[in-house]
């Protein structure tokens, strides 16, 4: 199984994207994600997580500006972003628990291959 996430480009100061983050293969669910990014520069930091039963956390950056939310039907989680602000120029990463056969499947922790949003005028 792999994690695919994409939905990243260039954007205007303001402007807004939506990413999203699937598996490659047919599975039985994904649970917990997390959405990370990382900056030019920075260490690799968790921007916002979402639990299997839709419990959501943002960190104060993304707050009242990323919304991160499920289609549990279609197994992808996705992250809107509106809002946008250079200092968000960063590589984002999805991390996801994995069941891949069915509910007694053990859980399995993937991370995605990233995908470049750059906010700049």
């Known amino acids: 199984v ?12 303001g402007g807004s994207l939506r990413l ?8 039985f669910s994904i649970n917990a994600v997390g ?3 990382q900056g030019p520069g920075k260490q690799r930091e ?3 997580a979402i639990t299997s039963g839709g419990i959501t956390n ?8 990323f919304t991160i939310f499920r289609d549990n039907g279609k197994n992808t989680v996705y992250l ?13 990463y999805c991390n996801a628990d994995i069941k891949r056969l ?9 991370w ?3 995908t470049l949003v750059t906010v700049s005028s």
């Open 80 to 92: 809107q972003m509106n809002n946008l602000k250079p200092e968000d120029t960063a590589v984002y």
């Open 2 to 13: 792999q994690l695919q996430a994409s939905g990243g480009g260039l954007v205007q100061p």
């Open 102 to 110: 069915s509910r007694y499947s053990p859980v399995v922790n993937y």
């Open 20 to 27: 999203s983050c699937a598996a490659s293969e047919s599975i």
């Open 112 to 114: 995605g291959q990233g």
């Open 58 to 65: 943002y960190t104060d950056s993304a707050k009242g500006r």
């Open 35 to 37: 959405w990370y990014r």
């Open 46 to 48: 968790l921007v916002a």
